[in-house]
């Protein structure tokens, strides 16, 4: 049985910043693409991944994860988080935000019927809040 092969972190380091890719990385190491993946997140060099909690607060099925409402929520939170996704994915997500927000509506989720429009309360909107947060990190930029 031979030794585990390890990952140098400055070779790893200037083979990212060359812009190698993983399945490149690890067939160079001799590791697996999950070795590599494990060794960049260690040395910094992965790049943060974005909390989409405050967006989308509830337990989704996995039927409703990737729905109309979940994915523009995630992309209006990306965009709050100065990552805003694709330019068309991004006004898809405003115009239908801005949309329930004009009709005083808001989304629930439930987890056997999915996402549903209701009245917004009056003390405001869970889909307005993630919406303004969204605007306002679009237009620090």
Same mark, same amino acid.
């Given at each position: ?8 972190? @400055? ?13 490149? %990385?690890?067939?160079?190491?001799? /590791?697996?693409?999950?070795? *590599?993946?494990? #060794? ?20 989704? +099925? ?7 409402? +979940? ?18 994915? %991004?006004?898809? +997500? ?6 329930? *927000?004009? #009709?005083?509506? =808001? *989304?629930?989720? =439930? ?15 869970? /889909?307005? #809040?993630?919406?303004?947060?969204? @605007?306002?990190?679009?237009?620090? @930029?």
């Amino acid at each position: 049985m031979g030794r585990k092969p390890t990952i140098d972190r @400055r070779e790893l380091a200037r083979l990212v910043a060359e812009g190698m890719n993983v399945q490149d %990385l690890a067939a160079h190491f001799g /590791v697996s693409e999950s070795g *590599v993946l494990q #060794a960049k997140r260690a040395a910094g060099l992965a790049k943060p991944m974005l909390d989409h909690s405050r967006a989308v607060p509830w337990k989704l +099925a996995r039927e409703h994860s990737q729905s109309g409402p +979940a994915t523009n929520l995630r992309n209006l939170s990306a965009a709050a988080q100065g990552k805003p996704p694709a330019a068309e994915r %991004l006004n898809t +997500a405003l115009r239908w935000a801005q949309r329930l *927000v004009d #009709a005083g509506l =808001d *989304v629930r989720y =439930d987890a056997a019927e999915g996402f549903s429009e209701i009245p917004a309360a009056p003390a405001g909107s869970h /889909v307005a #809040a993630v919406l303004a947060a969204a @605007r306002k990190a679009l237009e620090a @930029r």
